[in-house]
């Protein structure tokens, strides 16, 4: 997803300076990533094509032996800077310490460098300079609001998103039942309709909904998010954990909404989120129009003239979120999804394989080492069994295909007498399946038995009161049919002047 957005940035026209700041990479990782891409020989509107295993295979996989020996040591720094507190310490001793646990570690040259770093960094902090249209600032208030039950009384807590673009100020909220990923998504989902365009990023804490993995530098997001950033052809960039002033723009909105939003909702009762919502956008409306003194312009007048043209232009539709999940193909060759208990068929030649699923409340999407290999719509029925015909077996296919319709077909090769007793077997049968297997081993017969004579054995078989697989071949392994056939025939009187007839005996 970084290589995606990364080309979805050049195409826009960012520098390499640029793209490095807005995916939180160092540029000499970015540089490296173009130089990779330009000498596949291809455009970058067709690399967005490329799946995801063919983008894998333009980057060879980095030797990352230097930075593991790094992290070795890195461990160590804090315990050095405690142990040089003490009388009689010297670096070179801490650095025989280190060899004797970590023989093939750094020089001592390098253990001081690494080690001068380490303890000559400095916290600093600026003013920042927000360009317009270029971020979204997103965080949760700390304090909640509350919607009453009509019928108990029983107060529930709920959760305020807000959102700022930081060159005008313009603020959205909204409230949702929790900071999980789907209400997360649908709050940004929310913020993005409400300013009528994408940033080139989001800046988001460190929360569960978007974060898989937090870090000060590196943060893991989760794959929900980064599909959303590229539905809304942007990217995420987390804050620095442990490092409020990264988002101070953001606190302090939540301050402002404190005091001009909360307050005129003290003394208000909520019966539901839907009336929180509407009144939130009433008291939103007034906050974005307030006239700040320092600016002689309110925040949507700022927002007008500043920033909206700067937006990117929304998509047709807004993004659905994904569920993402692991799933092995069962022998019957199915995936079985928890969620509403169904079953989706994959084709057979990746049966026993691990798969990822990717779903939606509409589509579910399957796919093995980034191809998908299968969609299928989904289904609300629990035990649902979703199969595409084309995924069974050859043999599956063939059970799949039974009914009366094809039992008839098949059986016309033989002869209509076969035709005509199969449908009328198959008719009397209260379980349909027990007629299927009859069917079928009549049609084996001939493997057997000529056509001609399994003609003749359904046409004597069909004088019996019940119609059966049995019967017809009892008909032809005891030979009746041949019996039948050399019986002579019964010849007519012919007509002659001696034969008298019934007037004779009158």
Known sequence: MDILQLIQLKLRGESNRSCSKILSIHRNTINYYVRQLKASGLQ??????????????????????????YQELSAYFSYFKKQMLLPGCTRETLWQEYLQKHPEGYGYTQFNEHLNKWLNKAKVSGKLNHKAGEKVFVDYCGKKLRIADKESGELRDVEVFVGILPCSGHTFVEASYSQKREDFIGSMNNCLQFYGGSPKAIVTDNLKAAVSKASKYEAVLNKSLKAFALHYNCVVNPTRTYSPQDKALVEGAVKLVYQRIYFPLRNMIFFSLEDLNRQLKTELEKYNNYLMNTYQASRKKLFLDQEQAYLQSLPPAPYQIKHYKRAKVQKMGYIYLSDNKNYYSVPYRYIGKMVELQYNSEMLEIYYQGERISSHKRSQQAGYYSTIKEHLHSSHRFYSEWSPEYFQKLSADVGPNTSTYIGKLIQQQDYPELGYKQALGIIALKKAFSRSRIELACSMAQSHDRYSYRTVKRILENNMDKALQSQPQERSIPIHLNIRGSKAYC
């Open 44 to 69: 970058f509107s067709d690399l967005l094509e490329l799946s995801d295993t063919e983008l894998c295979e333009l980057f060879p996989t980095p030797n990352t032996t230097d930075t593991d020996r």
